[in-house]
C-alpha cells in the first residue's frame, strides 16, 4: 500500500508569507505527527493529531498550527514566515496514537527554503 | 528527562567492512526503540525497531541491532558495508507524547563508506 505522502515537495517562500504543508497517512492510519528538521536543531516535534482532535504540541510558537479531516489528512500551517523556518518538513503515521508498540512511518518531506 | 544520545557525529567505513553505529537512551519505563536512515533530501525510513522479546533484532537492508537493557544501547550494526548504505543514521526512542511528542531522536550520525 502507498506510504506517506507529502505535498508539496519543494517550496520557496518569501518573508511574511504563509504556507501550508499537507500529509496523507497511510491507508488506515489515524495518528498524523509533524517534525521539523534543521541541520542545527535536529528533529523537532511540532504536534500530533488522531482522530481529528491535536494530543500533543511541540515548543513552537503560535505561528504553527495544523489540522486533521476525518479522512486522517493532515495539514499544518506556517504564517508569517521567517528566514529560521527554512526547514525540512516531516510527517509521520501510526495506526494509534502514542508510541506504546506503535511503529510510526514517515514521508519524504516538504522542503521550505524561505528568502 | 528523556534523551537519546549518538556519540558519533560523523563515521566513515570502507566498502565491505563492519559497521557499529551506537546509540545510548536515558528512558524512564521499558524503552520501545527505533532506528531510521536518511538518505541526503529523502524523508526517514524505519530499519528496524525493538518492543520487546528477543533483544537482537533483524532489519531491512542486512541491519540489526541489540538491546542491552544494562547499558542502556541499542548499537545498530552490520557485518559488510556497501557504498549506498553512505546516508544519516537517527535512534530514536518512544515516548508518550507531551511536547516531545512520540519520538525522541538523537542528533543522528552520518555514515561515509569508502570505496
Known amino acids: 500500500k502507498a506510504g506517506v505522502t507529502q505535498t508539496p515537495r519543494y517550496l520557496i517562500k518569501t518573508r511574511g508569507q504563509q504556507v501550508t504543508l499537507s500529509c496523507s497517512p497511510i491507508?488506515?492510519?489515524?495518528?498524523v505527527s509533524w517534525y521539523q528538521q534543521t541541520p542545527g536543531q535536529g528533529l523537532q516535534f511540532l504536534f500530533e493529531y488522531f482522530s481529528e482532535t491535536q494530543r500533543n504540541k511541540g515548543n513552537f510558537p503560535g505561528r504553527f498550527s495544523g489540522r486533521q479531516f476525518s479522512n486522517s489528512r493532515s495539514e499544518m500551517n506556517v504564517s508569517t514566515l521567517e528566514l529560521g523556518d527554512s526547514a525540512l518538513y516531516l510527517c509521520?503515521?501510526?495506526?494509534?496514537?502514542?508510541?506504546?508498540?506503535?511503529?510510526?512511518?514517515f514521508g519524504e518531506g516538504s522542503w521550505l527554503t524561505v528568502v | 528527562a528523556q534523551s537519546v544520545t549518538q556519540p558519533d557525529i560523523h563515521i566513515t567505513v570502507s566498502e565491505g567492512a563492519s559497521l557499529e553505529l551506537r546509540c545510548n537512551y536515558s528512558?524512564?519505563?521499558?524503552?520501545?526503540l527505533f532506528w531510521y536512515v536518511q538518505s541526503p533530501g529523502q524523508g526517514l525510513q524505519l530499519l528496524l525497531k525493538y518492543f520487546s522479546g528477543d533483544t537482537l533484532v533483524q532489519g531491512i537492508k542486512g541491519f540489526e541491532a541489540e538491546f542491552k537493557r544494562s547499558q542502556s544501547s541499542f548499537n545498530l550494526r552490520k557485518p559488510s558495508v556497501h557504498w549506498s548504505d553512505a546516508a544519516e543514521y537517527f535512534c530514536?526512542?518512544?515516548?508518550?507524547?507531551?511536547?516531545?511528542?512520540?519520538?525522541?531522536f538523537g542528533k543522528g550520525t552520518k555514515l561515509s563508506v569508502k570505496p
Open positions: 528512558y524512564g519505563a521499558t524503552p520501545y
Open positions: 509521520a503515521s501510526s495506526s494509534r496514537a502514542g508510541s506504546s508498540g506503535n511503529t510510526i512511518y
Open positions: 491507508s488506515g492510519h489515524r495518528s
Open positions: 530514536a526512542v518512544g515516548n508518550y507524547g507531551g511536547s516531545q511528542g512520540n519520538l525522541i
